[in-house]
């Protein structure tokens, strides 16, 4: 598949290449530090909803609720859907209706994994955006905290991705945060006989536990997916998961599957073979269903389509 715009070849690194965007990027993870990893997560949301075409940036209106407003996307930061939306406004004033939303968060994410420390991979351009965002077509393709690794397992299956992709693509959370919500179960109401996960690392979930006392009353409290480098793209995650430090139950428990354990053991012991897997599954992840053509277009703005009604599709 080749991706191509219609009137101009864009130069893979555009946004690095370009100042204003480049001093943005460069700013915007200076001032918020998580903003990284919100933009991967976002992409990754993106992608596996209808591929890779930005519908995940656009806002809901009074006749449809988007892909945004699911309940499973209304963590993703604010920072992460600002950064493209800047980037946006600081290309169509320089060059108007050529690139893409889906392009720029396909180069942005990209582009911020490097800046903290992640692998560079190619990204293929000349995504079209889609016309529609609905938050009915979420549901089924996007992991939960508390899901069991079978279930994970499948749901990456149905996107085209096996075992080893999908334990590569988890090392995300090397960067980023989760809400105490997320994993409050394992710290508070674990069993009847123990308020604790006992795959967790006592002194880390006491630790834990005192960062999340006040999560019922304060939605907003979270901790660092990672506790040793959290601001930094490694393979610290796979050597947490070792030591009892995952935070998400899923994440733990891939450290004991069978079926997920020799590849948790593998990049914790080898940070070039993560990174190398991660490259080629971000790779294949960022052309998942691409629209081209008369697919899609290219929005002015990232969070409307350009007829301001086609993603007014009604709710069934």
Do not use: W
């Amino acid at each position: 598949m080749d991706l191509r715009y219609d009137r101009v070849m864009l130069k893979e690194g555009f946004l690095a290449s370009n100042n204003a965007t480049l001093k943005l990027m460069n700013d915007k993870q200076l001032a918020s530090p998580t903003t990284a990893a919100g933009v991967l997560r976002v992409f990754f949301h993106d992608c596996v909803v209808g591929g890779c075409d930005a519908s995940i940036l656009l806002s809901s209106n009074n006749v449809n609720t988007a892909e945004r407003d699911n309940d499973i996307n209304r963590s993703l930061p604010g920072d992460a859907f600002d950064l493209v939306i800047r980037a946006k406004t600081a290309l169509e004033l320089q060059c108007p209706n050529i690139v893409s939303c889906s392009d720029i968060l396909a180069e942005a994410t990209r582009d911020l994994v490097t800046m903290v420390g992640g692998p560079f991979y190619p990204v293929r351009l000349g995504r079209k955006d889609s016309r529609e965002s609905k938050s009915t077509d979420v549901e089924g393709h996007i992991a939960r905290p508390n899901m069991s690794t079978t279930e994970i397992i499948n749901i990456f299956a149905r996107e085209g991705l096996n075992i080893q992709e999908m334990v590569a693509l988890s090392g995300a959370h090397t960067i980023g945060f989760s809400h105490c919500s997320e994993f409050s179960n394992r710290i508070f109401s674990f069993s009847q006989t123990s308020q604790i996960d006992p795959s967790m690392n006592p002194q880390y979930a006491e630790g834990l536990r005192k960062l999340c006392a006040n999560y019922t009353k304060d939605s907003s409290l979270a901790a660092f997916n990672d506790a040793i480098t959290p601001g930094k793209f490694d393979n610290m995650y796979y050597v947490n998961l070792h030591r009892g430090l995952g935070l998400l139950a899923s994440d733990q428990a891939m450290a004991s599957d069978p079926r997920t354990k020799p590849f948790v053991d593998l990049y914790a012991a080898n940070q070039t073979a993560f990174f190398d897997a991660f490259s080629r599954v971000m790779e294949k992840v960022s052309v998942f269903n691409v629209k081209t053509g008369n697919q899609g277009e290219v929005r002015r703005r990232c969070d409307a389509t350009n007829g301001n009604s086609a993603n007014a599709v009604p709710n069934h």
